[in-house]
């Protein structure tokens, strides 16, 4: 009888083993060289025209080959991690570090063939930032080392071998401090590459807990907060304080199409108000629509939208404006999340946000 509990317990284990879904992974390692240059998107910036950069780019890639993974969006993807060293001939800029995970679909996938869209980001060190004690300073697109980055472009491989692919990048990166401190115009430079792709490793794992949900429609409540510099008021910090609410429609397993609305305080604003129109009773809060998209990957979120301030006394804001964000579940309901809200190719601030969801 122990012989037989023996060999029942041997077969529940290994039939649990065999059927428990597995992933597929195909690691591999790329190295370019990276050409760029400096957009000039602000006029307050014209005399950096002409400046340009060369680098080196490592990723760490990890192309999901199993059918769950395809499943998601019927298509294959890549994610990673890519460490850009770059180097600018304007010795104003000097040198950035940027580190930065990635997702990466494949748009066309052929044998000997792929183009694949790459969304970017993270956080990057620039070696010469503004100094207000530097009698002569001219820097003024970056005030701090530790920058947030952010890269989007489009990836062509072409097979050489088994394990061997040459590949070619063109990306539009940017690098700034989101208002945190202040001047931070932002350094954006579009830049192109060729490299090598080596593949080292293929294995299995188990899939884990998946964060997809069946539910069509979510319903998100947010609040978010930030803390802020005035280009004016350099030296001064301002509390930004937010919420919002949020419908999501699901299309498929990994787009959703997005519309919210969202009501702040900034007290930077509240104190430029006050100094500059202080004969007029203007309010420093603001509200605002959007409508956008969402990545959705397991337990992360990768947001765009485009908002309108339907709201908002302050003469000199543009009306339009956009959000960048990611979030990341920390269980079905919650989320925890940071998002940059910019007009044009400024930086107004970025926050911290904390996200509650139902589902239906």
Not at 17 to 44: R, Y
Request: hydrophobic share 40%; charged share 20%; net charge positive.
């Amino acid at each position: 009888m122990r012989k037989f509990g023996f060999l029942f317990c041997v077969w529940l284990i290994s039939h649990s083993i065999f059927a428990q879904e597995l992933k597929k992974l195909e690691w591999s390692f790329g190295v370019q060289n990276i050409q760029a240059f400096l957009f000039i998107h602000d006029k307050a910036i014209s005399y950096m025209k002409g400046t340009r950069a060369n680098g080196i780019q490592i990723d760490l890639n990890r192309v999901r080959l199993d059918e769950t993974a395809y499943g998601y969006a019927n298509r294959k993807f890549n994610s990673g991690f890519s460490l850009q060293f770059m180097h600018f001939n304007n010795s104003l800029l000097g040198n950035t570090l940027n580190a930065s995970y990635f997702i990466e679909p494949f748009l066309i996938d052929k044998p000997r063939f792929s183009l694949r869209l790459r969304a970017a980001g993270g956080l990057g060190y620039a070696t010469n930032p503004f100094n207000a004690n530097t009698v002569d300073s001219d820097n003024i697109v970056y005030s701090t080392h530790i920058n947030g980055y952010l890269g989007l472009g489009l990836m062509a491989y072409i097979k050489a071998g088994k394990k061997i692919n040459v590949f070619a990048s063109a990306t539009y990166s940017h690098f700034s401090n989101g208002n945190v401190k202040n001047p931070n115009l932002g350094v954006n430079f579009p830049n192109v590459g060729m490299g090598l792709n080596y593949t080292f490793l293929k294995n299995e794992k188990p899939i884990g807990k998946l964060f997809f949900y069946p539910e069509r429609w979510r319903f998100d409540f947010i609040l978010f907060g930030s803390n802020k510099s005035l280009s004016v008021r350099k030296n001064m910090r301002f509390w930004v304080y937010g919420m919002g609410a949020q419908v999501t429609y699901r299309l498929g397993k990994i787009h959703g199409w997005t519309f919210a609305a969202e009501a702040l305080e900034d007290y930077s604003n509240k104190y430029y108000l006050e100094n500059k129109y202080w004969d007029r009773d203007l309010s420093s809060i603001m509200a605002g629509i959007m409508i956008g998209h969402e990545f959705l990957f397991n337990r992360c979120i990768f947001s765009q939208q485009l908002g309108y301030w339907v709201f908002k006394d302050n003469p000199e804001f543009f009306r339009a404006y956009h959000r960048w964000g990611i979030s990341y579940k920390l269980n079905k309901e919650i989320r925890v999340g940071l998002n940059l809200n910019a007009s044009m190719q400024k930086a107004y601030f970025i926050d911290a946000r904390l996200t509650y969801s139902l589902y239906r």
